[in-house]
């Protein structure tokens, strides 16, 4: 079982850059690839990126490929998203769960808003 905590969210200039971070709790987490998801108003949540259980292994949305990097310090039960480069397109609310994503472990996520 794996649970959640997103923080790091905030308001960024377009081509800013912002750091997410998400504290996992549970016994599961080192066995769990990860991901970073996001919601805006309106619409479906989306998949961002995903990193494996070890963490040598990293896919991404089309749209943030070479402006967002996720990592992970198993060590530290974390999880991050490093984000550059930022577009307003980008303003959502941003989550982590497992991959792929479990009901049951949806934190409150942390939002992004991207504006000048």
């Known amino acids: 079982q794996v649970q959640v905590v997103e923080s790091g969210g905030g308001l960024v200039q377009p081509g800013g850059s912002l750091r997410l971070s998400c504290a996992a709790s549970?016994?599961?987490?080192?066995?769990?690839?990860m991901g970073w998801y996001r919601q805006t108003p309106g619409k479906q949540r989306e998949f961002v990126a995903v990193?494996?259980?070890?963490?040598?292994?990293?896919r991404y949305v089309d749209s943030v490929k070479g402006r967002f990097t996720i990592s992970r310090d198993n060590a530290k039960n974390s999880v991050y998203l490093q984000m550059n480069s930022l577009k307003p397109e980008d303003t959502a609310v941003y989550f982590c769960?497992?991959?792929?994503?479990?009901?049951?472990?949806w934190g409150q996520g942390t939002q992004v808003t991207v504006s000048s």
């Open positions: 549970g016994s599961s987490f080192r066995l769990s690839a």
């Open positions: 990193i494996s259980n070890g963490g040598s292994s990293t």
């Open positions: 769960n497992v991959f792929p994503p479990s009901p049951e472990y």
